[in-house]
């Protein structure tokens, strides 16, 4: 279960502000070695955290196409152009932004781009930049990236190097729930990992999270809310990079709440089964005679009951075969796509014989998400994610069908 509200979406200021800020001198979050980890995005971090990084790094898809258009701007700072789901040209390579991007855009809109690659408006000469980023985003006004580009992307090729680049800088991320690797993953992405090593003030909390993590002490691990709180120092209390800190320390001692309910029901599970009564004696030894009164008694060890499950162990089956609801289904995989309609549902309710009421029709799929970040609204067509459930965190997608427009809100 999720434990709190999701935080509302960053304002425009919020997030021009956010998408210009990257630390030039230690972000690598677009310079990450070409050797990827084998640790899928959807089993390090939950669902949530990874709507709150989308969120913040586009402002959700409704900003994203009414306000920047789905074109590439410059949003102030030392950033350079910026395109998609904060993928910020300024920090990157031209071989990596070409394999990145390569069959998502056209060509000639790659050519275009490749030629800002590496321009940031950083100083030296930050004035003459300026001028000259913004004369870049009006030659660039034409060029377009739809959301679904853009979350593609994100989550095929800028996620996966994310992931990897934390799994990288900190020990132990495997004993923290996915609430907790997301909220560390969106610091990385907005900080680069740099600072986890760095000797500069201006990095000690991030110095001190590395610290706590290479204890792998549960006590230690809870300290890193307090220390993105402590960031704020950096920038202000009342700036946009603080806030988000605040919400990153926020997501993760949602993580650190659910661990301890799910350790807690644990706990409730065996103290039930050490207090449940024990057998009558003569359905425990049926074939033993009870002993006289002169015999001596010889008291039998106790039994030392095995540790339970911990958060930690709570994990998917990946093998499909193993689950009835998976093993009939295409090896497709999961990131597979797929389009949900009102005729989809119908159908289902007709071939299992549902009865269902006149009026609007409330559904709910385990197992998938929408592809994007934000709700659906009066669409004919839902499209959908694959994914498996992992019973930590919502894996589900429910949403009504207006039967007689044949229509979906989800």
């Not at 998938?368 to 589900?396: N, S």
């Amino acid at each position: 279960m999720d434990v709190g509200s999701h935080p509302a979406a960053p304002s425009a200021e919020d997030l021009f502000e956010m998408l210009g800020y990257r630390e030039a001198e230690t972000s690598d979050a677009g310079t990450v070695e070409a050797t990827v980890l084998d640790i899928p995005w959807s089993d390090a971090i939950s669902e949530r955290a990874r709507s709150f990084i989308v969120g913040w790094e586009t402002g959700g898809r409704a900003f994203y196409e009414r306000v920047i258009k789905a074109r590439p701007v410059w949003p102030e700072f030392a950033s350079g152009i910026t395109i998609g789901c904060g993928y910020d040209l300024g920090y990157h390579r031209p071989d990596e932004f070409r394999a990145d991007w390569q069959g998502r855009l056209p060509g000639a809109a790659i050519e275009r781009l490749s030629r800002t690659i590496g321009f940031r408006t950083d100083e030296p000469g930050r004035p003459a930049k300026v001028a000259q980023a913004r004369a870049l985003v009006r030659s660039l006004a034409d060029i377009v990236i739809p959301w679904e580009v853009a979350i593609g992307q994100f989550d095929e090729g800028k996620m996966p190097k994310l992931v990897s680049q934390l799994y990288r800088s900190l020990d132990h991320l495997d004993r923290l729930h996915p609430h907790g690797r997301g909220a560390l993953l969106s610091l990385v992405f907005n900080r680069g990992s740099g600072g986890f090593v760095s000797s500069k003030d201006r990095f000690r909390e991030m110095r001190a999270i590395a610290r706590a993590m290479a204890t792998g002490e549960r006590s230690e691990m809870a300290r890193i809310p307090d220390l993105l709180r402590a960031m704020s120092r950096v920038w202000g209390e009342g700036s946009s990079l603080a806030r988000r800190r605040r919400e990153e320390a926020d997501l993760f001692e949602a993580g650190l709440s659910e661990e301890r309910l799910t350790e807690a029901v644990v706990a409730l599970r065996q103290h039930g089964e050490a207090e449940a009564p024990a057998a009558p004696l003569a359905e425990q030894h049926e074939d033993v005679a009870e002993a006289s009164d002169d015999e001596e008694t010889v008291e039998e060890p106790a039994l030392t009951e095995a540790p339970g499950p911990t958060v930690a162990d709570v994990r998917w089956n990946p093998n499909d075969d193993d689950h009835p609801d998976y093993r009939h289904l295409p090896r497709a995989g999961q990131g597979a796509t797929f389009d949900l309609t009102a005729a989809d549902l119908e159908r289902l309710v007709r071939l299992n014989v549902f009865r269902v009421r006149p009026g609007p029709l409330v559904f709910a799929l385990r197992g998938c998400r929408i592809a994007g970040a934000d709700l659906r609204e009066d669409v004919e067509v839902l499209t959908l994610v694959d994914q498996r459930p992992d019973h930590r965190d919502y894996r589900c997608v429910m949403g009504v069908l207006d039967r007689g427009a044949g229509r979906m809100h989800a």
